[in-house]
């Protein structure tokens, strides 16, 4: 996009703007300095520290210092965190609070990191921004009021809600689809209020100001300054040459080139002035990395503002260093009557017509699932540390040692969510580096998990081995962590084939036996366990004696195998003509033995069967930079259309009374020793009288995909006979849905019709509706009517020099394992079951093993912990909540800050550098109405709950704190501003919650509300 000419536009500015006195411009431009600092991208954390970060706040701090009237916006809580703890003085530390009381140094946004908006889920999105506001809070008294989403890709609507929750003010954005931005710069429509969600309506609107053209980067400006106001020079980073060391300097600032300089800034000044409504214009200072030589940057500036300063009727218009803060309250003073933009998000972002940023929706499809796995062991972790805490009983656990554990998953869990991070878009070592944290975070908890184990086993699980120890045997502990009941069917991998499984009463337990589908020489051990919310299940697993003696027990069944002929993708043959039915009380799958696909399938309760097929297909790519425009980490452009990535099919079905499984083995060429696909397709049989409502209404699968050829792009594509009409809806970072009509582009269809798919995604017709649930974020789209594929893995490599230079490539050879849950029915049964379900998915049970023989083993290795008078006599009681109520989380923060604002203050006043304890009674809980207001007749209905009542199996609580999202802000305190609009505001309920009185803590949770609490529990 070329920047507009600047002579018509003084013009037209001149007839909008009639210039005032020469002291008064009408045009105020904020000059707002920051620095765009990566949390690992092109270099790891650590590298970044030494090379740039910790000079930006030793350099900027001290400038601020100097000069009253400069300003600075921080933003990435990581770093800052880093050069406090590890850098900063007593006396930086010192000005930093003068500069933040002055309003001088201004923190925004406030997470971690800067998070991705399209392939996060929202509960990682809230833990980071906890984890940045609880620090910036308990360390500064400070609670960042303005977002700043600058470099995310795309933007979603579930962030204006969780902003608005958070207590901001106004949301800045950038990165948006690039013909949408231009249209709306045209119409002056870049600043609106935004209704994130349907259900909440204005209740959590927020004021939004998208970045002009120009975005976040004056390096990006068109000027006669080559450094775009950016002076610093270039950082230096390990095992670089040394060309950089020096500020760049190609037209220094002095007296004879300031008039040059400024007017660079006038022309650009004009142009922004146009797109905006009001005469207040927000320019970004600074761009990546920058600032790591602030004296330089402020040096220079405050000559070349100076200078305008000084001839505002020549230029008309003033210059201001200013924070986001002081720019919006000048932009809230105007009383403009705003535009409500809707729930709709800014997804998918195109930066122009070739580059659609739909690749990273599936790039480093591992970590991705990394990212979420370490996020939901930190879920079930942080609910059982919290049981454990609050029993009167803790004896061997150091809980400043438990709370590090979960710290350091907090942190990597945060980090990861990086808009370079799980997005897949950063080089190789940082990669690793991304790994490791998540690795070694996960490690800690799996140890904390198994020490509370240890701990805190009754002493019951005993009798199960009242036959005595035997070699091989395990004790299984199975730990819910949702806060309902659920049945489901864990699957654990034996290595003997006969086995007896049973409870703590020494009771059979349904099972059964299967050969594995992965490894030749072990066994699948499914087990059926009904566990209430927050429970544990206990169960020993014994190798059978002999098959032949008689032990009066019942073994699991082992299931029988059928197996069936090869067939290839070529031979033509009819199709539907031969179909083998696999059943449970919901669903009838149809396989089709003349193809071993996948045929159709009927939900038995609608009677209603639809036609279902799925396959591998690959989109390949072009791998030569300077030909055509390539797929990269990034961006997806396909050569064509997708073509099928297999020649034979082999199929398996393993049938048992607890579990069907349908093995589909793809094969690349027909002579293939190895399939390069797989889909293992499971569907459990519910028990007579078990409570297996969800578990009967999906089919469960799992994939295997890899190791992929260069410039491939591997998608599962499931056709159906729904008429969708090419609609896809697909979700919002698992919060809400999106509805995604198919869209004709001139350039670039394919790419531009992919969305990220985070947590579910559907299609439908009249009848029906096919839902798709996963673990893990990956690309989604509908290129043929009833058609739904999802990317699931990439491979790509290409001459890109700038890329291989900085070993930014997607060479991936791994073998990912995937999984996604199939619901499908009417809308009735779905829209009920879908939210549910995704987090049955999402929250799968904690499975941890223990060897028998008085040894701890499995993956879940710990410290042997002997308890010398632990009787055994803990009993644990379920916490349950309502079907359409979500334990979003239950956790010890470990937060030392007094919840009383004004105590807060007084503390921080009195000793700054006070050692304050972590309060580890004070519990973080956040409630999440699943439903939004139309979509179910029973379960969209507000819920009233006794947080008492439903937290009995906890403790007695003794006080309920209603808190902002993060924590940071005592609702009843929180006063967003509000921002007049054009629509009328359509309210629903109280704007503020009031704190429930004690004694009878009665809340009301409306469709889609997230609610967060303080709850304080008896001591015992
Ligand atoms: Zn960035």
Redesign the pocket.
């Known amino acids: 996009m070329e920047p507009q000419g600047w002579l018509p536009l003084l013009l037209r500015l001149g007839l909008m703007w009639p210039l005032g006195a020469p002291s008064e411009p009408r045009l105020r431009v904020f000059v707002v300095p920051h620095s765009?600092m990566?949390v690992g991208?092109l270099h790891t954390v650590q590298e970044s520290m030494q090379a740039y970060v910790t000079n930006v706040y030793n350099t900027v701090v001290e400038e601020l210092t100097l000069e009253k009237k400069r300003r600075f916006i921080a933003v990435e809580q990581e770093y800052f965190r880093l050069w406090w703890d590890g850098v900063a003085s007593d006396e930086q530390k010192g000005q930093v609070h003068q500069l933040v009381a002055e309003g001088r140094l201004e923190f925004v946004l406030g997470g971690q990191v800067?998070h991705d908006e399209a392939v996060t889920h929202f509960d990682d999105q809230i833990l980071q921004l906890t984890e940045g506001h609880g620090f910036l809070y308990e360390t500064l008294g400070v609670r960042p009021q303005f977002s700043w989403q600058v470099?995310s890709f795309g933007a979603s609507a579930t962030t204006p809600t969780l902003f608005a929750l958070a207590g901001f003010n106004a949301h800045v954005i950038s990165r948006i689809d690039y013909n949408m931005k231009e249209a709306m710069q045209y119409k002056r429509e870049l600043q609106f209020v935004w209704r994130g969600s349907r259900s909440l309506s204005a209740q959590q609107e927020i004021f939004t100001h998208v970045l002009d053209q120009f975005g976040y980067c004056s390096s990006h400006l068109p000027t006669t300054t080559l450094e775009g106001f950016n002076w610093d020079g270039k950082p230096v980073f390990p095992r670089q040459h040394g060309d950089y060391l020096y500020p760049s300097m190609g037209m220094p600032v002095n007296e004879d080139t300031v008039p040059v300089h400024s007017s660079s800034i006038a022309i650009n000044v004009l142009a922004r002035a146009s797109w905006f409504q009001t005469a207040h214009i927000l320019w970004p200072w600074g761009c990546?990395r920058e600032f790591f030589n602030a004296s330089q940057q402020f040096a220079n500036m405050d000559i070349i503002m100076e200078y305008i300063n000084n001839n505002t009727s020549e230029f008309s218009f003033s210059m201001e260093y200013a924070t986001l803060g002081d720019y919006f309250r000048a932009v809230h003073s105007d009383q403009v009557a705003w535009q409500v933009r809707d729930h709709h998000d800014f997804l998918p972002y195109s930066s122009d017509k070739y580059h659609a940023w739909t690749g990273f929706y599936a790039s480093r499809s591992g970590l991705k699932m990394l990212a979420r796995r370490a996020s939901t062991l930190l879920y079930a972790g942080e609910s059982m540390f919290t049981r454990y805490m609050l029993l009167a009983l803790h004896p061997n656990l150091d809980p400043a040692w438990g709370l590090q554990q979960l710290q350091q998953l907090r942190w990597a869990v945060s980090e990861v969510q990086h808009?370079?991070a799980i997005t897949g878009t950063h080089a190789l070592k940082v990669d690793d580096m991304f790994v490791e944290h998540l690795s070694t975070g996960m490690q800690g908890v799996h140890t904390l998990m198994a020490s509370i184990i240890q701990d805190r086993s009754p002493a019951h699980s005993a009798c199960s081995l009242s036959a005595g120890p035997e070699p091989g045997g395990r004790l299984v502990v199975v730990y819910n962590p949702l806060a309902w009941t659920i049945t489901t069917i864990i699957t654990l991998t034996v290595d003997f084939p006969s086995v007896r499984v049973t409870d703590v009463s020494g009771r059979p337990v349904p099972a059964q036996v299967q050969r594995s589908k992965e490894l030749p020489s072990a066994y699948d051990l499914h087990v059926l366990t009904t566990i209430p919310g927050l429970s544990y299940q206990h169960y020993s697993i014994r190798p059978s004696r002999s098959s032949q003696e008689d032990t009066g027990e019942t073994e699991p069944s082992v299931a029988s195998t059928q197996q069936f002929a090869v067939r290839l993708r070529r031979r033509g043959r009819r199709m539907g003509q031969s179909l083998v039915p696999v059943v449970n009380d919901c669903y009838i799958i149809f396989l089709d033995l003349d193809t071993n696909l996948m045929h159709s399938i009927w939900e038995r309760q609608s009677n209603q069967k639809v036609q279902v097929t799925q396959q591998f297909m690959e989109y390949h790519v072009n791998s030569h930079f300077n030909q055509d425009q390539i797929s990269d980490n990034y961006v997806f452009r396909p050569d064509g259309r997708a073509e099928p990535a297999w020649e034979a099919v082999r199929m398996e079905i393993m049938a048992g009374p607890l579990v069907t499984e349908i093995r589909q083995y793809f094969y690349r060429e027909v002579d293939d020793s190895e399939p390069t696909f797989a889909i293992y397709s499971r569907l459990a049989h519910r028990p007579q009288g078990s409570d297996g409502e969800l578990l009967c209404h999906r089919i469960e699968q799992e994939y295997r995909v890899g190791p992929l050829e260069l410039n491939r792009e591997a998608i599962l594509r499931t056709s159906t006979d729904l008429n969708t009409g090419q609609v896809l809806y697909s979700d919002n970072n698992g919060y809400q849905m999106q509805r995604r009509p198919y869209r004709q582009d001139t350039w670039n269809t394919i790419a531009q019709n992919y969305y990220p798919l985070v947590q579910s995604a559907f299609i439908q017709d009249r009848r029906s509706r096919l839902v798709l649930l996963s673990e893990q974020a990956h690309g989604v789209s509908s290129q043929g009517n009833g058609q739904v594929e999802v990317m699931l893995h990439r491979r790509l490599w290409n001459n890109d020099k700038w890329a291989l230079d900085n070993d930014l490539t997607l060479n991936d050879s791994s073998v990912v394992h995937q999984v996604l849950w199939l619901l499908m029915g009417p809308w009735t049964l779905t829209s009920g079951l879908h939210q549910r379900s995704g987090l049955a998915l999402q929250h799968r049970p904690v499975v941890m093993l223990r060897e028998m023989n008085g040894e701890v083993g499995g993956p879940f290795s710990a410290p042997v912990i002997t308890a010398p008078g632990w009787n055994g006599s803990w009993k644990q009681k379920a916490v349950m909540l309502p079907s359409s109520v979500h334990l979003q989380i239950l956790s010890i923060p470990g937060w030392k800050y007094s919840s009383n604002h004004t105590e807060h203050l007084q503390t921080l006043r009195k000793d700054q550098n006070r050692e304050a304890k972590a309060d580890l009674r004070r519990v973080l809980l956040r409630l999440q109405h699943l439903y939004e207001v139309d979509q179910d007749p029973v379960l969209s209905q507000p819920v009233t709950l006794n947080l008492q009542s439903v937290l009995r199996g906890l403790g007695s609580v003794v006080s309920v704190e209603e808190r902002s999202l993060t924590g940071t802000w005592d609702v009843s305190e929180m006063h967003r501003w509000t921002w007049s609009t054009q629509n009328p505001h359509r309210h629903r309920g109280k704007f503020n919650h009031p704190s429930p009185p004690l004694g009878g803590p009665n809340i009301t949770i409306y469709p889609k509300e997230i609610r967060t609490f303080f709850i304080h529990f008896q001591e015992q």
Request: no cysteine; net charge negative.
């Open positions: 765009h990566d991208w800067m470099d990546d808009h370079d």
